[in-house]
């Protein structure tokens, strides 16, 4: 079955950076849209970034314009999210998904079909 395996995330000062990857293994990653999602306890998932399928075309939600950055590496199966300027409300689960089409919308969840089991990122003060 499809993985999605996220690494990478851990525990960081403010200010601070981290680079999220995500293996992708069993599709054909070239194929597939990808997005970051996160999820802090006690909120809804939310959207990241995304970044289509050569890699050409990135979005990001307005609270991580200017800090993150969304790659991917179609040889590797592999896509990354570098933060950076970290701040403590940057704290979450980190999850990567893939999606076929972006039909529904890049920044909704329904949008994608597979997702990984997340990495927890930490931003202390």
């Known amino acids: 079955q499809v993985q999605l395996v996220e690494s990478g995330g851990g525990l960081v000062q403010a200010g601070g950076s981290l680079r999220l990857s995500c293996a992708a293994s069993?599709?054909?990653?070239?194929?597939?849209?990808m997005g970051w999602f996160r999820q802090a306890p006690g909120k809804e998932r939310e959207f990241v970034a995304a970044i289509s399928t050569s890699g050409t075309t990135t979005y990001y939600a307005d609270p991580v314009q200017g800090r993150f950055t969304v790659s991917r590496d179609n040889n590797k199966n592999t896509v990354y999210l570098q933060m950076s300027n970290l701040k403590p409300e940057d704290t979450a689960a980190y999850y990567c998904?893939?999606?076929?089409?972006?039909?529904?919308?890049?920044?909704?969840?329904?949008?994608?079909?597979?997702w990984g089991q997340g990495t927890q990122v930490t931003v202390s003060s």
């Open positions: 069993r599709l054909t990653f070239r194929d597939y849209h």
């Open positions: 998904a893939a999606a076929s089409t972006w039909r529904r919308g890049y920044r909704y969840n329904s949008s994608y079909n597979y």
